[in-house]
């Protein structure tokens, strides 16, 4: 009996585990068509230290290539992307997205998703008393990935005085920062 030293290839691996499992391996096989593919644009991808124009195939939620002049033939969709950038999600550390509640606010999705920003963190627009709302209203239904710094303050922003909850006696910060000022 023989003994076989390992594969020395991952193409030797997997096609001695194919032949294991009965399976046919075809040399060249070609990878199914892609889903998507995003044409022509300028990649730029920090981790790989690739910035190139080149050709992204996705398939399904996964990118299966990136390379120069990927065949459209087949693709479901191809967008052209000549003259713009192809990035992974970017990350934007600093937003306020607590929409319709904190009035510097604006809508995650459209400030952020639909420019490029996959991922995003509020800036303290909710406190304590707030953050509940902030994860139901705006962390749970955004596209956007939302993570939140948690402001210090109960509620952050000055509650109308003539809503009676126990918000509303929560001094504002001007009203505390004229207070540290008198004292
Ligand atoms: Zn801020």
């Known amino acids: ?5 390992p594969a020395s290839t991952r193409r030797e691996f997997l096609a001695a585990t194919a032949a294991t499992l009965g399976l046919t391996v075809t040399a060249g096989a070609q990878p199914p068509p892609a889903d998507l593919l995003i044409a022509g ?3 730029i ?8 124009v080149r050709d992204v195939a996705i398939t399904g939620s996964r990118i299966t290539r990136i390379a120069a002049n990927l065949p459209a033939a087949g693709a479901r969709r191809v967008v052209d992307a000549r003259g713009h950038l192809v990035t992974p999600g970017l990350v934007d550390l600093h937003v306020h997205v607590y929409d319709a509640v904190v009035p510097i606010s604006i809508d995650a999705d459209t ?3 639909a420019r490029g920003t996959t991922t995003a ?3 303290g627009s909710a406190g304590a008393s707030t953050f509940a709302g902030f994860r139901k209203h705006v962390i749970a239904r955004s596209r956007t990935r939302v993570f939140a710094w948690l402001n210090i303050s109960r509620s952050v922003w000055p509650m109308p005085t003539s809503t009676p909850t126990c918000a509303s006696s929560i001094p504002t910060w001007r009203q505390r920062r004229s207070t540290r000022t008198a004292t």
């Open 111 to 113: 400030a952020c998703l």
């Open 41 to 43: 644009g300028r990649v």
């Open 45 to 52: 991808d920090p981790a790989s230290g690739l910035s190139a």
């Open 1 to 5: 009996m023989t003994r076989q030293g």
């Open 121 to 123: 963190v509020d800036g």
